[in-house]
Structure formats: C-alpha cells, structure tokens
C-alpha cells in the first residue's frame, strides 16, 4: 500500500508506479476515498528492491506492506503446523525449562554434574553450561573448549538435552561433533548474519534445536523474526525465540527487561518463546518474578541460570545463578501458572 504525500497522486506519479511495480510483476489499484486516494500494490509485494524504490520517490510518504517479509517464520506460513522437539517433550505441550550454569568451570567439572543432577530434580526440560563465553572484557574468562566434554558428560549422567552457544563455525562444528541438542545463538551473534546461515545450513536435515536470543540492540520485532527466517531459510526450523533483556537498561536491573513482547511475538509467528529472566534482570533476587511474568504474558518456556554453589561459580553465576532449591520452587510456580494461564485461555 502506497501513501502519497498529497491527498492523490498526478497521473504521470500514477504511471510511474506503475512502471516501477510491474518490473516486479504487479500492478497498482488505486482506492479513491472521500478526501485522500491511497495505492495498493497488486501482487507479491515483499520484493525489499521494489519497496526501496518506492519509498525513494520524493511524493510517496510510505509504504506498507501487508504480506509478511517472513515466508517460514510467519504465523499463516506453512510451517506454522511445525513443532519441535526438546528432549522428550513437544514444546507447547508443557511448559520447557532450561536451566544450568551460565559457564562450566573446566577446572571444577563436579560443580556442573552436581547442578546437572539438581536440575533434573528440579523437573527440567534441558540442561545449559557455557563452553565458550562472550565476555565484554578481553582479559575475562572466555571459555574452554575442555568444558564440551563436561557438557556431553553432563548430559550422559543426566538424560537430559543440552544447551551451548556457539559464536563461530568453528565452535558450531566441535557442538555439533559432541551431539550439542541446543545451539544457542548469543544476544550479541543475534545479527551476525552469517552464523546464522551457518547454523541453518550445518544443522539441515537434523533434530538441532536452535535458542535465538534477542540483540541487546535489536530494534523492531520484525528485525528479531527475521534473524530467525534466515536460520530457517538455510534449512532449520527448529527456533527457539528467546528474549533476554534489552539496552539500554532499566535502572538496577541488568537490561531493559523484554519478557512483554511474548504476545506480540505470537501474534506474527508460529516460533515458540522461550524467555531468559537471568540476564533480562541479572540478579537471582528479581529472576522469580521476571520468569512468571513470562509465563503470564503466554511463554513457552524458561532459560534460566542456576549453580549449586553459585557464590562458588564462574561468569554470570554468582550474581544470577538460581539455588537448586529456589529454581525448583520457582518451576513448580511457574508450571501451575502456566496450567491456570491454559485451562483459562
Ligand atoms: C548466556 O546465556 O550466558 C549469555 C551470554 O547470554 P546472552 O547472549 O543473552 O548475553
Ligand atoms: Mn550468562
């Protein structure tokens, strides 16, 4: 739909429309109204080149486009019917937690296989450890790729599925040679169009399940649906959609907190939401409330940090990690409010 500046367009404007939109196979419909005519763009009007053209010409003053630029993530595309597969439950069918350390210290593998086990008490759905960290400061921490080992080992002690990120091709091949079930896409490799190729090329054809954080300077919905139709367009469309707090952030937390878009993420795609309270807020204290805030405003599931010793942690943990015992409570919460929130909607 075109909007022109002036409340109708001289024909010469019209017929230049024309020219433009037909290069692109489709044609414009004017719709005359009583004090301002707008144009429809008659056809697939999601070509960005054709868009780009129109909104060039100096008497257009927008243009919007109703057909979805995301051919699989949309909610009326055909693979709105897909369901995924986390462990051994379809996500949508219960309410999915992932929870574990935000990094697995390789010098301390027994603190990760007692949270393992802990978090399995807890009634988790997959189990996350950090192998390779993005850290803000060069001189940090930045993983090990030792700690993969421990993850797998995790894994086989546990039956559980695991989490990872993976920031470049060569860490998506060591996870996906060690059986990783969940690649996880970090806040700030969000808009890193070319792993996110990688991931959807390299894992096509298989189980992988992909967590998509949101970028901490994400912009329009739109910019984060369709990080995920790239992943999805190199052939997996197992994408977990998973906001974490965006920047700036609100005053005391550590982002701005985000879990509020989870509807309006459903109402544009089929992709289920997994939200990630630990680095949305940054501090156990406030994690609870943020994770059934989530699950209030209708996620599909959790990503949370805990330890069993989070002052004894690395990376997030000693200010974020939950406590066994708080993270089993809170999933207990979380999974009644998310049976009320179903029987009553
Ligand atoms: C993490 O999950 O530990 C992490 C670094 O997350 P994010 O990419 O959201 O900051
Ligand atoms: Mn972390």
Redesign the pocket.
Known sequence: MILPKAARLQPSQVEELSRIVETFGCRIQPIVGAVRTIYAIVGDERDELMIARLEGLDYVDRVDTIQSPHKLMDRRSDLASHRIRLGGVTVGEELCVIAGQ?TIDPKNPNYFYETAAAVKEAGATALRG?VW??RTNPYSYQGDSKALDILMEGHRRTGLPVDA?VMDETQLQLALDAGVHTL?V???NALNYSLLRAIGKAVAHRDTVVLL?RSLHMGPINEFISAAEYIAAFGNPNILLCP?GTAPALDGYRNHPDESITPLLKEKTWAPVIV?PS?SVGKATYVPACALAAVAYGADGLCI?AHVEPAKGI??DPKQALTPEVLAKLIRQARALWSLRRSTS
């Open positions: 935000c950090g960290k993005p990120e996880q970090g806040a700030r954080k974490r990630d680095h940090e990376g997030d």
